[in-house]
Every structure is written in C-alpha cells, then in structure tokens.
C-alpha cells in the first residue's frame, strides 16, 4: 500500500511575502540583468522546504497581473480587469496637428526592409554565452571561413583571446551595418533612428563583458562621420532590467556597467558638440519595490556617483507600469534631468486626480517638460505609439501597434520617435497620410521582387555593392499593412504536390468513428487516402478533368506504428535459410 503524502501547511498569502523572480542572464547587450519587479525576501521554508508562497498584492483591475504583454499569458487576463478597463471613460484628446511638419521622424533599431535583403543588414547580431565559449577553441580548418562544416573544434585547446575575438566581430559587422542603414534613411527622408543595445553582444556582462576601445573604436568613428555629414540624429534605450532604483546592489551595478557601456558607444562616435549631446540614453526608473518615495531616494543615491558623461547623457522616460508624468517630472526637476514624454505610456499609467486619458490634457505639461531639455540645450524628442485595435485591458493595451494613425499634438519641429512594430513602415505611412516631407520619394513594392539584389542564377544586370538594398532606381520599399510577406521570394510548390489533389478532412470524431472526406478530383478508396506510394499516385486521376466535390464516410483507424521491440527480419538470410 502506497504511502499517504504529508500535506505541508502553507500560510496564508496576506502573511506570506512573495519568493524573488529567479535570475536570468538576458542576451540584450549581455548584461547579467535579474528579474527584480519586487524588493521581497526569501521565500518562506515550511519543514525544511522552500514554499512559493502567493503574491500579498492582489492585481489592481486597472493594472493586471501579466507583465509581458508579447507573452501568450496575456490572454488570460481576470474578466474583471477587461470589465473595468472597457468602462473607463473615453480619452480626450487634442485636435492639434502639427502641421506644417518642420520636425524629424524616427524608428528604433531595425530596419524592416534591410533586415529581409539579401545580403542581410541589421544592428543586432547576437549569440549566447555558451557560443562564446565554444569559439574559443579553433577552427577544424583555420585557414577556411566558418561553415557548418567547419566548426569550433573542442578536441582542441580553447584560448579566451579566440573567443573574445568572435564576439568582437559580431559587434564589428553589427557596426558597419548601421552606415548602411543612415544612408537608406537619408534616401528615404528619415533623419531620426535609435540605435540597437545589442550592438556589441554582453559587453556590459560582469564575466564576459568587455570595453569597445580601442578595437571598435575605428569602426563607430566611421559610423559618427557618416551621421555628422547627413545631420542625423541617433539616440539609445538601455534596456528594462536597468534601474538604478532597484533595492539589490546587484541589479544596481548591473545597471551602472550597461549604462557605461552605452555611453562609451555613442561617445566613440566622435559627434560635432550639438549632435553629441543629442545622443541621450532614455532610462526608466523600473519597479516601485513597495514605494515610490523610497525608490526615488535610491535613484537620488545612485544617480550621484554617476560620471559625468553619463549625467550628461541621461534621460527619463514616463513608462506604462507604474511611473506617470507626474510622478517623475519633479525629480527630473531636481536633479537636471531631461524627462521623455511617451504619450502611449501615459494614456496607461496617469494621475487621474490630476488629468484624463488622452493627449488634451498633458498639453498643459509640456511647457515644464520642454524646459527640462532647454537648461541642458538638448533637442527635445518624444515618443508616439498606439495599442493594437483589438487591446482593451492595460496590459494588452502595452503592446504597440503595427503602424499609427495620426500624430501627437507635438511641437511641429519635434524629434518624434515612432514606436511601431512595422518600424520604417510605420513612419513611410504617416508621411503617406499628412503629406509629410518625404512622402513623395518612396513607392510601393513589388510583390515577391527585389530589382536591388544581385540572385543567383539571375540573367538581370550586376547591382553594385552601395545600391543593394538600396529599393533600386524605382525606390520600391514601400508595402502595405500586413504584407511584410512581399520582402520574400515567392515560396515554391513542388511539381508533384501540384498535382495531387486537395483533400479537406472535416475534423472531429474519435480514431474509430467514421468522418467524412472532400475529395476534390474523384472519391478514392480508403487506402489511397494513406501516404501515397508512386503505385498510389499513379491510380489517382492526374487528367486534369474536374469532378465535383464529394462527401463520402470514411473509417479512419489510428496510424500504425511499428513497435521499438519488433525483430528486423532480414529477408535475403530468411530464403537462404528457408531454401
């Protein structure tokens, strides 16, 4: 008789304080970054066993509980937080437009188009630790390039400098891509991007982390002398596991070597004056760890003993989880530093006993908000997105858009970063709807066609090097909503699926009950309806003459599998013997 399990007594979740999130090493610019959401002890050991216990905190209906809005999680939200959220009262919003636009657009990080050419080009080549790792062993053959045959050899001894060296390389070519990038944007009438965090893959790890000079130091000076002669503006975001008001002395000089990092990047640019101190790193303050007065005196101690490079580079940003306008404009006040105003975000997290959902009543803020980037003499920007049609809920409602629809009442000659999912797209569409500078210098793409790329096997003219990718002499980079399919080659259907004819199995019923089958060409009997064999394919009727649809009952029995255990009969022996 099986013993009985011992139940453990957990108690009650308005006592029990919640277990910290387990730690994860984030490949994002590799720093060694921990889930820190919460400033909670251990959790509780019931009998010698650590017990999980449920948060204390139940969800605000306003909040929700999910935190990741891209996480499939999010569509199991509480009804109660889709009822409360669908009752809110309607935003008010602003009737301005500002118009004439006299301002900078821009996107961050990826480039949709150049991302789906051929040669790829993006900003964002990273690996895991355990590539690295492995890439300090040599080559099988050193002296050929890395293939899939030509592998890391681990019988042979592994150098740290080998390794060290192909993750340089991956930040290198990420690099060189960003020159590409500025010169399709100044093509296209965008003068406005956000560099990727992931330039240089774990450069601000605690272990494997590593300085830009002087190896880089020579590539991104080439990359700021192509941004200083367009006029370009780049900025950078460090990531959400930054917070330097974070509770854990961990998370902190995390946070400290990310922004290091980030700042010795864009200051290897070698920038003229103007364009150098347009180069902020936008941050969010992160959790509230209980309260926000004792957060923001962590932010206030941390932020102190910052270099002043980094003082001069820093910028603060509403977010969409628990920091409102309100919340940090005064300390941005206090501590001289500028404060980005993300509309989306406040339409989720506002004062609601200081100003309504919408961009009307933030307008009132934004002569406060523009001095914070005066004083410093930094050219203001804010950030526009929208939620997804169908969000009703806070967290769903986190989730940005594929495009946008209008613009914010912005100052016309804002530098507005768009944060849309269709990156380039989405700002090529507003140019499109408002007549925008620019709009007039991009036209739709063909479907499945690149005429900038040079295919193998194509009898068409040679594309030099500069103008692959380019949108060739027609600019075509321009495609609709939803049709990011068209970047990509038309897929090639096999001659013999071609064929074949189309069978739709109407689905439900248990393997012994019968369902009925459409066949499209002819009714075929239960077998041919098997994987065909060439005998099979050779009985159905490849004429090419269309009969109509017909529904016949089929049993369809459970597929066979043949049994691990069942004995391989070799049957050349099994004659021989029999003979």
Not at 77 to 87: G, K, M, Q, R, Y
Not at 303 to 314: C, D, F, T, V
Not at 371 to 380: A, D, G, H, L, N
Request: charged share 30%; with cysteine.
């Amino acid at each position: 008789m099986a013993k009985r399990k011992r139940s453990v007594a957990v108690p009650k979740a308005e006592a029990t304080p919640a277990s910290p999130p387990p730690k994860r090493v984030s490949s994002r610019r590799g720093a060694a970054n921990t889930v820190d959401d919460a400033a909670v002890p251990d959790s509780p050991v019931v009998n010698g066993t650590s017990v999980s216990a449920v948060p204390a905190v139940k969800p605000d209906p306003e909040v929700g509980c999910c935190t990741d809005p891209e996480e499939d999680a999010c569509e199991e939200e509480d009804a109660l937080v889709a009822a409360t959220s669908a009752s809110r009262p309607p935003p008010v919003n602003s009737d301005y437009l500002p118009l004439p636009w006299k301002g900078r657009l821009g996107y961050a990080c990826l480039n949709t188009y150049l991302r789906s050419s051929t040669p790829s080009v993006f900003s964002s080549r990273t690996c895991r630790i355990q590539s690295i790792l492995d890439h300090r062993h040599p080559l099988k053959d050193p002296h050929q390039p890395e293939s899939t045959k030509n592998k890391p050899d681990k019988t042979k001894r592994g150098d740290v400098a080998i390794g060290q060296k192909w993750v340089e390389g991956l930040g290198l070519a990420n690099a060189r891509d960003i020159i590409k990038m500025l010169r399709w944007n100044e093509r296209y009438g965008i003068k406005f991007m956000r560099l990727s965090s992931e330039m240089f893959p774990f450069a601000s790890h605690p272990e494997y982390g590593y300085k830009l000079a002087p190896f880089a130091a020579e590539t991104l000076a080439k990359v700021g002398e192509v941004i200083a002669e367009l006029g370009h503006r780049v900025t950078t975001h460090p990531g959400q596991f930054t917070q330097l008001g974070s509770p854990r002395k961990q998370v902190v000089d995390n946070a400290i070597r990310d922004l290091t990092y980030h700042d010795e990047m864009l200051s290897l640019l070698k920038l003229p004056p103007q364009q150098d101190r347009d180069a902020i790193m936008i941050l969010h303050m992160g959790g509230t760890f209980g309260s926000k007065e004792e957060t923001l005196d962590r932010f206030r101690k941390n932020y102190a003993p910052l270099s002043q490079s980094i003082k001069n580079r820093l910028v603060l940003e509403n977010d969409d989880m628990s920091w409102s306008v309100h919340d940090l404009l005064p300390i941005c006040q206090e501590l001289n530093i500028p404060m980005v105003l993300d509309f989306h975000h406040h339409n989720i997290i506002f004062d609601k006993d200081k100003i309504r959902e919408g961009t009307k009543d933030i307008v009132e803020l934004f002569p406060a908000i523009r001095e914070t980037w005066t004083r410093k003499r930094i050219t203001q920007k804010m950030h526009y997105s929208e939620s997804t049609p169908a969000a009703v809920t806070p967290m769903k409602r986190r989730k940005h858009s594929p495009r946008v629809a209008t613009l914010p009442p912005c100052a016309p000659d804002m530098d507005l970063m768009i944060e849309a999912k269709d990156k380039e797209q989405a700002v090529f569409e507003l140019m499109r709807t408002f007549k925008l500078p620019g709009f007039d210098l991009f036209n739709d793409v063909i479907p499945h066609v690149r005429e900038d790329e040079n295919r193998p096997k194509s009898d068409g003219p040679i594309v030099p090097d500069d103008e692959v990718g380019m949108g060739g002499p027609e600019r075509r980079v321009y495609w609709p909503p939803g049709m990011e399919e068209w970047l990509k080659p038309m897929k090639r259907v096999p001659a013999v699926a071609k064929a074949l004819p189309k069978v739709k199995r109407e689905v439900g019923g248990s393997p012994k009950q019968p369902r009925k089958v459409t066949v499209r060409k002819k009714v075929v009997k239960e077998e041919e309806l098997s994987t065909p064999s060439v005998s099979d394919e050779e009985q159905l009727d490849l004429s090419g003459k269309e009969e109509p649809d017909m529904v016949v009952p089929l049993a369809v029995a459970a597929p066979s599998r043949r049994s691990a255990r069942t004995r391989r009969v070799n049957y050349a022996e099994a004659d021989e013997a029999g003979g």
